[in-house]
């Protein structure tokens, strides 16, 4: 397991291929969106030889799918502040208003890991840390529905929400500014709230 990417400057010492390859990776993600770039760009970027990489990773979509990885294991460090809150509805709102903070916060991540087209069934780290959510919200969502059906729905129609605030924010339809990412967290959250609401009088 790689550690965290971080946003380290890329240098040209190389006692960790793997991690300057990501960080450069992620740079180039950042700058053309996850299929804007080749390997080979990757590497000149981290300022290897463009054979280096495979020392590592299979192809692009390995080193796609590492960084992917990485992108849903922080959308499930935001997530995970609902564990301290009580009400299983607000613990739903709040996992709105997280999911637009991670899009916000790591827009590099955000896109390679909710963009890049990976198949999961090819790399099995990427999916068990894409599952991890899938396993701590529906307990929550069941709380607020009568069958599992209904709890299921539920939980897809607020991370559907949630997920399409998160785009808009990035796409700049919400304005600029210091205030934007509160507003729109709380947007997140109130329409959380509305889909919750419905649910319960339907």
């Known amino acids: 397991m790689a550690p965290p990417v971080t946003r380290r400057p890329v240098g040209h010492h190389h006692g960790d291929l793997r991690n300057s390859l990501l960080r450069a990776s992620l740079e180039l993600v ?3 969106g996850p299929h804007g770039f080749t390997l080979a760009e990757a590497s ?4 290897v030889s463009v054979t280096a990489p495979y020392k590592h990773f299979a ?3 390995a080193l ?3 960084l992917a990885t990485q992108g849903f294991r922080e959308r499930n460090r935001f997530a995970a502040a609902v564990k301290g809150i009580e009400d299983p509805a607000e613990q739903l709102a709040t996992f709105a208003a997280a999911y637009v903070r991670f899009a916000a916060e790591e827009p590099a991540l955000f896109d390679v890991t909710f963009n890049a087209g990976l198949d999961k069934s090819r790399f099995s780290e990427l999916a068990t840390a894409g599952d991890e959510v899938a396993r701590l919200l529906p307990p929550v969502a069941r709380q607020l529905a009568s069958t599992p059906d209904a709890a299921f729905d539920l939980l897809l129609r607020i991370a559907a929400a949630a997920h399409g605030v998160a785009v808009f924010l990035r796409q700049g339809l919400f304005g600029a500014g210091s205030a934007v990412l509160s507003d729109t967290e709380e947007r997140a959250t109130r329409t959380a709230r509305a889909i919750t609401r419905q649910d319960a009088s339907s």
């Open 64 to 66: 796609l799918a590492e």
């Open 44 to 47: 000149r970027r981290a300022g």
């Open 59 to 61: 192809d692009r979509d």
């Open 30 to 32: 950042g700058e053309r």
